[in-house]
């Protein structure tokens, strides 16, 4: 294993050559700190997702057995119209693709990527060239602990 040949500042990868292994010194404590936030969510928004995720399941197992076992002829008021009971009766599918838009938009809404330690330093950090040119969009990163990096060309 080589040397590592740089170590450079916080929010700066200075990089002489490619490829080389590289050291970010706080690289790990702001990683820590970005998994901290990112994991820390707030139990009122926890609370709602998985009520509306509940609630998008249900729709959708009432839609799926009144598919199933639903009768074959509803009977509707020509006056009043179709009841919910009844509504539900006529249309079942459309009832279990509603529960399953609940489910998917709340899972969407949700949702939160964690970026890996490479993506992390990638998006975060500015990788410069000995010209000081940022060349985020043309290396990538494997990391090798302790925030050692190997920065290499993507071509």
Same mark, same amino acid.
């Given at each position: 294993?080589?040397?590592?040949?740089?170590?450079?500042?916080?929010?700066?990868?200075?990089?002489?050559?490619?490829?080389?292994?590289?050291?970010?010194?706080?690289?790990?404590?702001?990683?820590?700190?970005?998994?901290?936030?990112? *994991?820390?969510?707030? /139990? +009122?928004?926890? !609370?709602? #997702?998985?009520?509306?995720?509940?609630?998008?399941? &249900?729709?959708?197992?009432?839609?799926?057995?009144?598919?199933?076992?639903?009768?074959?002829?509803?009977?509707?008021?020509?006056?009043?119209?179709?009841?919910?009971?009844?509504?539900?009766? *006529?249309?079942?599918? /459309? +009832?279990?693709? !509603?529960? #399953?838009?609940?489910?998917?938009?709340?899972?969407? &809404?949700?949702?939160?990527?964690?970026?890996?330690?490479?993506?992390?330093?990638?998006?975060?950090?500015?990788?410069?060239?000995?010209?000081?040119?940022?060349?985020?969009?043309?290396?990538?990163?494997?990391?090798?602990?302790?925030?050692? !990096?190997?920065?290499?060309?993507?071509?």
């Amino acid at each position: 294993m080589q040397e590592h040949e740089s170590v450079a500042p916080k929010w700066q990868v200075l990089v002489d050559t490619l490829p080389g292994e590289y050291v970010v010194e706080t690289f790990d404590d702001d990683y820590a700190d970005y998994l901290e936030s990112t *994991l820390d969510r707030d /139990p +009122v928004d926890v !609370f709602f #997702s998985r009520l509306a995720t509940c609630l998008g399941i &249900a729709i959708c197992l009432v839609g799926f057995f009144t598919i199933i076992f639903g009768p074959p002829t509803v009977m509707v008021s020509r006056f009043n119209g179709p009841t919910l009971i009844q509504y539900i009766q *006529l249309h079942p599918g /459309p +009832v279990f693709s !509603f529960g #399953s838009l609940v489910i998917a938009i709340t899972e969407w &809404a949700s949702r939160e990527e964690i970026l890996t330690r490479e993506k992390y330093l990638l998006h975060y950090y500015s990788v410069l060239g000995a010209d000081a040119i940022e060349l985020n969009e043309k290396v990538s990163a494997e990391y090798l602990g302790e925030g050692a !990096f190997r920065i290499f060309s993507k071509d």
